[in-house]
């Protein structure tokens, strides 16, 4: 059976979507291009189980978006695009499935270039890197960098709400003890936070508990818990009309992309008086290190540099919005939009 790669139409504003198809590899995957105005679209790979064909087209859509304002926030010369893999429930051949995915990357002429997500890993990129120069990635792994910068976006986000950024004796509640959370979870209990955790797996609790001496609660619970700051560091939509009603943190600042399941629960976080701070505004920290390392050829202090940066970006969206009386997931939108705008008249003059 032939491998397809249609292009569909989504009604957004996305530049181009396709849906590709390899019966022989058992592959189904989904390459969201939301923009190449700034330069070629970079966004991860996830490798995900989805109900619906459907459903993983539109978390291509959220995702890809996001990665184009994360690039532009981060003053990053690249577009945003994602790519997604419907994880089948039966049994998969790997390493077929992940040379397809490279394979259908490389067709697009490099207008799209990935790297690792939740699902995938820096083995995963190594195999599709088999079929396509277009993958960031190969040579460690980005969550510490992730990590660091979600901290500092944390610390900025301490000091607009309580005059300090110092984190000494704050309680943080994580949700999400992977690579970042995991990561995170130490360096917050280096600055002096007590830990409150949570993930689906027990043994990434476990690590995390023993590591930076966190109490562990269930993966519902830890939206009850009492803490200054919630940090969501999982899968996206967790803040929603059913979940924000719940939240004891005075402060949301998180690793997981598109935490706002809607547009309306940035307003509701506004509402309870919760200091949001922008998901992809906080968790730019991994995209900065494997662009930049790898793509655009910076120095590690460079790029070290950008990740502490993220400090400074989070408080210019805060004090933004508190200007403009808008949420900050606004602000951080309109922030975005200049950066970009800017990125776009660089590279046209450049």
Known sequence: MTATMEEISTGTDHERVFFCRDPEARYRGVIAIHSTAAGPAAGGTRYWTYVTEEEAVTDA??????????????????????????????????????????????????????????????????????????????????????????????????????????????????????????????????AGARLIVTDVDPQRVSRTVEAAAAKAVPPEAIYDAEADIFAPCALGGILNADTIPRLRAEIVAGAANNQLLEEADGERLQARGILYAPDYVANAGGVIVLAGREVLGWSDEAVMERVEGIYGTMLEVLRLAEEQGAPPHVAADRLAERRLAALVDASSTG
């Open 61 to 190: 859509l959220r995702l890809s978006r996001g990665m184009t304002y994360k690039n532009a926030m981060a003053g990053l010369p690249l577009g945003g695009g994602k790519s997604v893999i419907l994880r089948d429930r039966k049994e998969t051949d790997r390493e077929a499935l992940l040379r397809a995915h490279g394979r259908f990357i490389e067709r697009l002429g490099g207008i799209y270039m990935t790297g690792e997500d939740v699902g995938t890993t820096l083995a995963d990129m190594q195999i599709i890197r088999q079929e396509t120069k277009h993958v960031a990635g190969l040579f460690g792994d980005p969550s510490p960098f992730t990590a660091r910068g979600v901290a500092r976006a944390m610390r900025a986000a301490a000091l607009h709400r309580w005059g300090s950024d110092n984190l000494t004796g704050r309680t943080v509640a994580i949700q999400g003890c992977g690579n970042v959370g995991f990561q995170l979870a130490q360096e917050l209990q280096a």
